[in-house]
């Protein structure tokens, strides 16, 4: 039981390594928080339009991927299609 303890101490680090430890945690914390709310705030600015651009991929990758299945390339209009839907959903 001792060899276990000493082994999860170990695996810890020394004592004095612990503060540097602490700070690359609270780091490392720091920047998840600040990517999770600049997730709200992104969602919240343009929210609607990353939703209108996300149904448009969806379809577009729907499309691609049954014409793929089908042994078939997917015609370059449905391409143009695509980019000219992708660029006019940036005009909101």
Known sequence: MEDRIKEAMLKMGK???????????????????????????????TGEMLDKQATIVVAYMNEFWMSAMAGKDLPKSKTDEFVKKLQASYQM
């Open 15 to 45: 004592p004095e390594d612990m503060p540097a430890m602490a700070v690359t945690v609270g780091n490392e914390a720091f920047h998840d928080l600040m990517k999770d709310k600049l997730k709200l705030a992104l969602e919240r600015s």
